[in-house]
């Protein structure tokens, strides 16, 4: 490592014990230097307005603003910082969560000096890090959610109205768009879409999209 580019690095976890132990470890890396320190995710926003590092290491909950929420309003302003999840919980809503909001890594706690140093290496590289365990479980959520998204997508129907909606939903346009385009009122369409959620069973945009592509597919393909 000798001769590398010096890479700044925030470490944010509410356990100062930790803290000071990951400051140790880290700092004994010559071309690693921590240029600051925080307890929780706003304390962490606060930080930033001082110094912004090339590395944020981001315990995952803490009190006030966690280590998800501060991921994404981090990355809100400051796009450009990677920002690697360190922590104990390997539950998959954690994983999903933190990953969809922008985080470039979700490891363990329990990983190895050498091996944290080589993932902030490599996550500045560009490559998404996950640790063995994490990597099992998101890899088995994935796989879950496939099926289930296929078991819905045989159990759904549409009226042609909806099938209409569900294509421009599809396609990208918001309500309004939607609705000049069906010569519909907002309201009506808000009505529609509102079905076509809740036959889905979510109110999440991403996750209706996906599972409407899945149905469309599968419906002009018979």
Known sequence: MDGAAEISVMLVDDQ??????????????SNIKIVGTAQSGEEALERLREVVPDVILMDIRMP?????????AILERYPHVIIL?????????YIIE?????????????????????????????????????????????????????????????????LDLARLLVRGHNAKEMAEKLFLTQGTVKN???????????????????????YLSASDGK
């Open 16 to 29: 100062k014990i930790l803290l000071e132990g990951l400051e140790t470890l880290i700092s004994l890396r």
């Open 64 to 72: 006030g603003m966690g280590g998800v929420k501060a991921t994404e």
């Open 85 to 93: 999840i360190l922590t104990t919980f390997d539950d998959d809503a």
């Open 98 to 162: 933190a990953l969809s909001n922008g985080a470039s890594g979700y490891l363990l706690k329990d990983i190895d000096g050498e091996k944290l140093v080589q993932a902030i290496h490599e996550a500045l590289s560009g490559n998404l890090l996950l640790t063995g365990k994490v990597a099992n479980k998101l890899a088995l959520n994935i796989r879950k959610q496939n099926k289930r998204l296929g078991q819905l997508g045989e159990e759904l129907e549409f009226s042609t109205r909806e």
């Open 192 to 214: 529609y879409l509102s079905d076509i959620y809740a036959k889905i069973g979510t109110n999440d945009r991403a996750k209706a999209v996906l599972i409407l592509e899945r």
